[in-house]
């Protein structure tokens, strides 16, 4: 009778202590760490602007481009003269066995119908390094926009759509509506139709006018218009910047401001939220003295709202690894 009681005392004894024991060990879910840490995006980077490390940057992505090719850059307004120079680009573009892609602008201008265009890309030197199309010269089509303030569709140049794989080329300066052009702004009013261009400039009101909406709502819809380009390309698209002629405006423009301050080098990512980011922060800690007028430019239209929208949407981080190459 004794050995029974003892027994029953001796098992409730540790049974008690085990659960203590356990209770003392378990971590509460609100402050249990995570086992799934998401990686930063790596941004890319060369100093020296080159042929060569441009192909090199490319395959750094570790992502190949297969199938049929469009390069997506700007060929430059007539009267201009800092887009990026074929003789940079070319070994790259061939490389990839390439069609270098846009759309006609909105404003008037030289590139306003396909054959001035056209005619632009041949002066500009772009149609002796590859072929060039101009994907709303047949029409357009539209991208659904998910998730947007402004815009539930975007409007894109109806050739677009015959690409297996896009290639963001992108020359990284001032722009005097959107503060900066780089990637986002390369693939959103880039790959637009003329009247997705409009679409985008009015934040989602009109196709036949830039209307007149507040600047974070326009700055908003390029994120919205560049979202629908990165969903329909899924994994099939990657994001290069050259970060040179840092004129405080954009190729369209036939006559930018003189660049004042020196080249930055080549940047590119799989992510183009944390590449954008990354060209902006490389200017903001430049030793340059000069970047204060591309940073003027880009504060005072609020340009990095663009980034903040972007990464609300989902598109990218404005977090990053940047891994210099050279």
């Known amino acids: 009778m004794k050995k029974s009681i003892l027994t029953i005392m001796w098992t409730m004894l540790f049974t008690t202590f ?6 003392t060990n378990q971590v509460s879910p ?15 980077f060369y100093k020296k602007i080159s042929s060569e490390n ?12 297969e199938g049929k090719v469009a390069v997506k850059l700007s060929t430059g307004e007539p009267g201009g003269h800092n887009f990026l120079q ?12 390439g069609t270098i892609v846009e759309c006609n602008t909105a404003y008037g201008g030289g590139r306003s119908d396909t054959e001035s265009h056209l005619k632009a890309a041949a ?5 002796a390094i ?8 047949e029409g357009e089509a539209e991208l659904p926009v998910k998730g947007g303030k402004h815009l539930t569709r975007d409007i894109v140049g109806k050739d677009f759509l015959n690409y297996d794989f896009v290639i963001i080329l992108s020359h990284f300066k ?41 600047q974070d709502d326009f700055l908003e819809s390029m994120a919205e218009a560049a979202k629908a380009v990165a969903d329909h390309c899924g994994q099939n698209i990657l994001y290069i910047s050259v970060a040179n002629n840092l004129s405080v405006d954009c190729d369209c423009d036939s006559s930018p401001a003189d660049p004042q301050m020196g080249d930055i080098g080549i940047l590119a ?16 800690s430049s030793k340059d003295h000069g970047k204060i007028h591309l940073i003027e430019r880009i504060d005072s239209r609020h340009g990095m709202h663009t980034l903040d929208h972007a990464e609300a949407l989902g598109m990218g981080s404005q977090k990053y690894e940047l891994v210099t190459l050279d």
């Open 18 to 23: 085990g659960c203590a024991n356990a209770q």
């Open 30 to 44: 609100q402050t249990e760490p995570s086992t799934t840490e998401t990686a930063l995006p790596k941004v890319y």
């Open 54 to 65: 441009l192909i090199k940057i490319y395959e750094a992505l570790g992502r190949k481009a």
């Open 86 to 97: 074929p003789a940079l680009i070319k070994d790259l573009v061939q490389q990839v066995g």
């Open 123 to 127: 002066d500009h030197g772009f149609t």
């Open 130 to 137: 590859a072929p060039v199309v101009i994907m709303d010269a």
């Open 174 to 214: 001032g722009h005097a509506m959107g503060g900066f052009g780089g990637a986002i702004k390369n693939m959103s009013i880039g790959i637009a139709s003329s009247n997705g261009k409009r679409l985008i400039h009015s934040a989602g009101t009109s196709t036949t006018s830039w209307g007149n909406p507040a």
């Open 269 to 284: 990512s799989l992510d183009p939220v944390a590449l954008d980011r990354a060209c902006t922060d490389l200017v903001r």
